[in-house]
Every structure is written in C-alpha cells, then in structure tokens.
C-alpha cells in the first residue's frame, strides 16, 4: 500500500537550516507530483510547496519563496525541503502528500507529519 | 492574495445532515478550481474525502457528497456519525501546481 514517511524534524534555532524527507512506498514514485502541507500548532493545513513528477515545475507559497526549496530524487523514492532562515512561525507538522493520477490537482495520500520547532 | 473562507464551526444532530461551504475571495468557486475535502481528527494526517469536486476517495462513506452550491464549493453529510466529529478543510487548486486551504470547519455532532 501507498506509505510516505517523513523525518528529519525536531527543535531548531531561529535563522538556522533544516532539511526534512519523506520516503514513498507502495507505488512509482517518480510518476507522481508531490507536494508539502504544513499544520502550525491549533491552526489550519497551509500548503508550502509543490514539485512535478520529472523534478520540474517548483512552486512556493509566499512565505517560502526565497528559504524553502524543494527538490527530490527518484532514484530513492524521496521527497525534500530544505528550509533557511527559519523563524518561529514557521514551527508545525510538516506533512507530505502525493498528488492524484488521473486529477493531479488534490492531495491523495498524506504522510503522518513531522514537527518542526524553531526556538532558541 | 486569494482567500479561500469556510465556516469556523457548524453542528448536526447524530443522523441528521450538515453542508459545509467553501468560498473563493476572487469570486465564484468553480469545477475548474477543483475543489478537494480533507477530514482531521486531532493529532492526526489529514484524511482525503471528496477532490474533484464530487468524487469520493477510495473507502469514504457515501454520505460524504461533494457539489457546487451557487458559487461556492460544498460538502454535505447526510446521516451523520458520531465519528464524523472532526476538522474539515476544503483545497482549491490555482494552477500550475498550488493550492489554497480554507481555513477549517469544526464540525461537532450532538
């Protein structure tokens, strides 16, 4: 069955760096377009970042044009971002989903999150 | 900047049924905005309901239906559980590979 897990989070210090992954099972990875959805504590889902199947075609919301970079590597089924500057809004549950087949343009399957905490 | 509003919180009777709206600031949700439901119990992944406006996921009850209601998308729950006490947030797709949240409907049954 479809797995996506994620990690790499944990507590961090403003301005600094952290990448998070998330490995995908179950299915071909390097046919789908993925995507990065983050939950802030007591808050809504918020999508962060999106990237299509081939590696092509990055797209960030605002708030991560210019620190958040997405990338992937199919040859190991793994998803990425790779986040600079960080600040203490950006603290939540990062989640990484998979877009659909058919309809590419939803959120098919969701990993389970991990927490990213920007504090000093 | 596009915002995309639901409900804060709505509640329904156990049985009873429950529409939930989502609604574009830039005007009038349409099937080309592909509008998706995700349901979220606390300290959980968000769980894929409706996307396409009206297709149901793989294993979603049938009382989930997904519509056009005027200019806003829907999600209405006929004969509601008591399971189906959770967080509900509706996505539309912008193009070329983003999508916007709403900002969440608690939905309490009692």
């Known amino acids: 069955q479809v797995q996506l897990v994620e990690s790499g989070g944990g507590v961090v210090q403003p301005g600094r760096s952290l990448r998070i992954s998330c490995v995908a099972s179950g299915f071909s990875f390097s046919d789908y377009d993925m995507h990065w959805v983050r939950q802030a504590p007591g808050k809504g889902l918020e999508w962060v970042a999106s990237?299509?199947?081939?590696?092509?075609?990055?797209q960030y919301v605002d708030f991560a044009k210019g620190r958040f970079t997405i990338s992937r590597d199919n040859s190991k089924n793994t998803l990425y971002l790779h986040m600079n500057s960080l600040r203490a809004e950006d603290t939540a549950v990062y989640y990484c989903?998979?877009?659909?087949?058919?309809?590419?343009?939803?959120?098919?399957?969701w990993g389970q999150g991990t927490l990213v905490t920007v504090s000093s | 900047q596009t915002v995309v509003t639901q409900e804060p919180s709505l509640s329904v009777s156990p049985g009873g049924t429950v529409t939930l709206t989502c609604a574009l600031s830039s005007g009038s949700v349409s099937t080309s905005d592909y509008p998706s439901w995700y349901q979220q119990t606390p300290g959980q992944a968000p769980r894929t309901l409706i996307y396409n406006t009206n297709l149901r996921s793989s294993g979603v009850p049938h009382r989930f239906s997904g519509s056009i209601l005027g200019n806003k998308a829907a999600l209405t729950i006929t004969g509601a559980q008591a399971d189906d006490e959770s967080a509900y947030y509706c996505a539309l797709y912008m193009g070329s590979g983003i999508s916007v949240f709403g900002g969440g409907t608690k939905v309490t049954v009692l």
């Open positions: 989903a998979r877009a659909g087949m058919v309809t590419i343009q939803y959120f098919q399957y």
């Open positions: 990237l299509w199947h081939d590696g092509g075609n990055e």
